[in-house]
């Protein structure tokens, strides 16, 4: 017989290896530097670092399990933030931007071989599906102007954001290799 939860199907090992990211995108998130009215996060950094060490149905996997914990109200989020409140707040749309940072860039360093470059150019793709989602909900849920939310949410973490996704895809992809002796 077939089970009704998808998620008995994954093993348990990836589901173990998921939990643990979330613990790890969880912790990096409380790495705050405020910006205004979006911080500067380790959120980012630890989303990009579970996608490329963990693949793109893992990766994707624990993003949710954080987005989860901190819709449940464990305080999760930057700044020990947590609830459904910031999810709807201006920084929601990065929280839904990670899922698809996880998706792209899980897939495309599931097209070929993952190898520094490639992990570094998947990481910024994932970073900029971050920023785009964000810069939307940012524009949407705050009614700045178009010029207000794409200098205040994307122009502002453009070059933060491609560093923190370099280094998470150095970092991934090393520490890939190093495990897979």
Same mark, same amino acid.
């Given at each position: 017989?077939?089970? *009704?939860? /998808?998620?008995?199907?994954? %093993? +348990? !090992?990836?589901?173990?290896? *998921?939990?643990? =990211?979330?613990?790890?995108?969880?912790?990096?998130?409380?790495?705050?530097? %405020?910006?205004?009215?979006? /911080?500067?996060?380790?959120?980012?950094?630890? &989303?990009?670092?579970? &996608?490329?060490? +963990?693949?793109? !149905?893992? #990766?994707?996997?624990?993003?949710?399990?954080? +987005?989860?914990?901190?819709?449940?109200?464990? %305080? &999760?989020?930057?700044?020990?933030?947590?609830?459904?409140?910031?999810?709807?707040? /201006?920084?929601?749309?990065?929280?839904?931007?990670?899922?698809? @940072? #996880? +998706?792209?860039?899980?897939?495309?360093?599931?097209?070929?071989?993952?190898?520094?470059?490639?992990?570094?150019?998947? @990481?910024?793709?994932?970073?900029?599906?971050?920023?785009?989602?964000?810069?939307?909900?940012?524009?949407?849920?705050?009614?700045?102007?178009?010029?207000?939310?794409?200098?205040?949410? =994307?122009?502002?973490?453009?070059? /933060?954001? &491609?560093?923190?996704?370099?280094? *998470?895809?150095?970092?991934?992809?090393?520490?890939?290799?190093?495990?897979? !002796?």
């Amino acid at each position: 017989q077939t089970c *009704a939860l /998808p998620i008995l199907k994954i %093993p +348990l !090992r990836e589901q173990i290896y *998921a939990a643990f =990211f979330a613990i790890i995108i969880a912790g990096l998130s409380q790495l705050t530097i %405020p910006l205004g009215l979006i /911080p500067l996060t380790g959120q980012t950094f630890a &989303v990009g670092l579970a &996608v490329t060490f +963990l693949g793109m !149905r893992t #990766g994707t996997m624990s993003i949710l399990i954080y +987005l989860l914990l901190g819709l449940i109200g464990l %305080p &999760v989020f930057a700044g020990g933030a947590s609830g459904i409140g910031v999810l709807f707040g /201006p920084t929601g749309g990065y929280l839904i931007g990670f899922i698809f @940072n #996880g +998706l792209l860039t899980g897939k495309l360093l599931e097209t070929g071989r993952a190898g520094y470059v490639r992990g570094m150019l998947a @990481n910024i793709a994932g970073a900029l599906a971050t920023l785009f989602f964000g810069t939307l909900w940012l524009k949407w849920s705050t009614a700045m102007s178009w010029t207000a939310a794409i200098n205040g949410g =994307f122009v502002l973490f453009l070059l /933060p954001g &491609v560093i923190k996704a370099i280094a *998470a895809a150095y970092l991934g992809i090393f520490l890939r290799k190093r495990l897979q !002796r």
